[in-house]
T-cell receptor, first 114, second 115 residues
Framework: DTEVTQTPKHLVMGMTNKKSLKCEQH?????MYWYKQKAKKPPELMFV???????INESVPSRFSPECPNSSLLNLHLHALQPEDSALYLC?????????????FGDGTRLSIL | AQSVTQLDSHVSVSEGTPVLLRCNYS??????LFWYVQHPNKGLQLLLK??????LVKGINGFEAEFKKSETSFHLTKPSAHMSDAAEYFC?????????????FGAGTRLAVHP
């Protein structure tokens, strides 16, 4: 069982749809992350939140919009996605921004764009 | 800049035989190193971590890794493979130089375990 919970597990959407991915952790971690993972590749960092504020955006297209409503929740809002955005989206958290401790990952949302 | 190289993209072993997954790193300072495992349709699970304490690190499920500074290596081993060990394994170094906990991933090693 993972301590980082992601919903939904699977999502199929059309290119004109708007949907959101949700991530929740109750470990008191103050840093949270979104990653994108394509098949047979390592995860690629998208966004970093430190103390509920966006601190890093790795040049992600604006059709991906992150949000951190509180210290336990992280959302990723999706709009007008492209077929190449189909991937596994992983959320992770770590105790403090800037430390070098491991990140804890959720099981991800498998996203398919039609 | 920090980097990680996993020397084998695929490793195949028989059940009950030893596992060796090789990882070399490059770091300008004392690194924090991790091994993660990813089973199909799952997230990444932390197997073990090295953060400048003991050089031989024991992890979950019988895995261990040895940090060798002179060889810049952090190889993952297990004495006896189990069918459930079949998965993708990532060697990772943590780079905190940018003010946040950036993970640098190796390309991954796919472990197959045969009966």
């Amino acid at each position: 069982d993972t301590e980082v919970t992601q919903t939904p597990k699977h999502l199929v959407m059309g290119m004109t749809n708007k949907k959101s991915l949700k991530c929740e952790q109750h470990m008191g971690h103050r840093a949270m992350y979104w990653y994108k993972q394509k098949a047979k590749k390592p995860p690629e960092l998208m966004f970093v939140y430190s103390y509920e504020k966006l601190s890093i955006n790795e040049s992600v297209p604006s059709r991906f919009s992150p949000e951190c409503p509180n210290s336990s929740l992280l959302n990723l809002h999706l709009h007008a996605l492209q077929p190449e955005d189909s991937a596994l989206y992983l959320c992770a958290s770590s105790q403090e921004p800037g430390d070098r401790q491991p990140q804890h990952f959720g099981d991800g949302t498998r996203l398919s764009i039609l | 800049a920090q980097s990680v190289t996993q020397l084998d993209s695929h490793v195949s072993v028989s059940e009950g035989t030893p596992v060796l997954l090789r990882c070399n790193y490059s770091s300008s300072y004392s690194p924090s190193l991790f091994w993660y495992v990813q089973h199909p349709n799952k997230g990444l699970q932390l197997l073990l971590k090295y953060t400048s304490a003991a050089t031989l690190v024991k992890g979950i499920n019988g895995f261990e890794a040895e940090f060798k500074k002179s060889e810049t290596s952090f190889h993952l081993t297990k004495p006896s493979a189990h069918m459930s060990d079949a998965a993708e394994y990532f060697c990772v170094v943590s780079d905190g130089s940018g003010g946040y906990n950036k993970l640098i991933f190796g390309a991954g090693t796919r472990l197959a375990v045969h009966p």
